[in-house]
């Protein structure tokens, strides 16, 4: 069965600097991969999706990850915080056929001026 | 001009209790879900409908009940409400069920039980 590790529950940056969250993932074909961003009582916004092709994706707010076959990772990405990102982030694999889901248990960010 | 809402934003009951969340989406979309999120923040699917044909169904107890009266809404019914069922329940929304289709989610439901 598929899983998504996010092996960092919290990461405090400081506003200016790169951030990197991580994800690894566990799935028998080629994944559907996601990023999610959840602000505090706010539903989930998709950052970013890697289906195929450039193994390096391009998001909202700057944001991008890079998908690694061979370590079965998809870590995301920002060269430079800001106050606003401070969120949960939430990594998923989806399944080809019927669109479900599976979760990272979430990496919250904070950000320090 | 909400894309995913759901009703009411916070739900407060007594144990044993029935109660439903409702959840409408305005994009057209002909794929529909429910996610939990327990209190670890840990975000599981219990639920799909495309066109209203139940695809997905976790493991969940049979006290929960998903309703799909038309597209463009899925209601979620849980019977007999119990402590473990206090949770944030989000509805979500996708164009069809392909593992491509990016699915857009609704605000969230805090439902706690006392």
């Known amino acids: 069965a598929q899983s998504v590790t996010q092996p960092d529950i919290h990461i405090t940056v400081s506003e200016g600097a790169s951030l990197e969250l991580r994800c690894n993932y566990s799935?028998?074909?080629?994944?559907?991969l996601f990023w999610y961003v959840q602000s505090p009582g706010q539903g989930l916004q998709l950052l970013l999706k890697y289906f195929s092709g450039d193994t390096l994706v391009q998001g909202i707010k700057g944001f991008e990850a890079e998908f690694k076959r061979s370590q079965s990772s998809f870590n995301l990405r920002k060269p430079s915080v800001h106050w606003s990102d401070a969120a949960e982030y939430f990594c998923?694999?989806?399944?080809?056929?019927?669109?479900?889901?599976?979760f990272g248990a979430g990496t919250i960010l904070r950000v320090k001026s | 001009d909400t894309a995913v809402s759901q009703t009411p934003k916070y739900l407060v009951t007594q144990m044993g209790n029935d109660k439903s969340i409702k959840c409408e989406q305005n994009l057209g979309h002909d794929t529909m879900y429910w996610y939990k999120q327990d209190s670890k923040k840990f975000l599981k699917i219990m639920f799909s409908y495309n066109n209203k044909e139940l695809i997905i169904n976790e493991t969940v107890p049979n006290r929960f009940s998903p309703k799909s009266p038309d597209k463009a809404h899925l209601n979620l019914h849980i019977n007999s409400l119990e402590l473990g069922d206090s949770a944030v329940y989000f509805c979500?929304?996708?164009?069809?069920?392909?593992?491509?289709?990016?699915?857009?989610f609704g605000p969230g439901t805090r439902l706690t039980v006392l």
């Open positions: 998923a694999v989806g399944e080809k056929y019927g669109n479900k889901l599976v």
């Open positions: 799935y028998g074909a080629t994944p559907y």
């Open positions: 979500a929304s996708s164009q069809a069920s392909r593992g491509t289709d990016t699915q857009y």
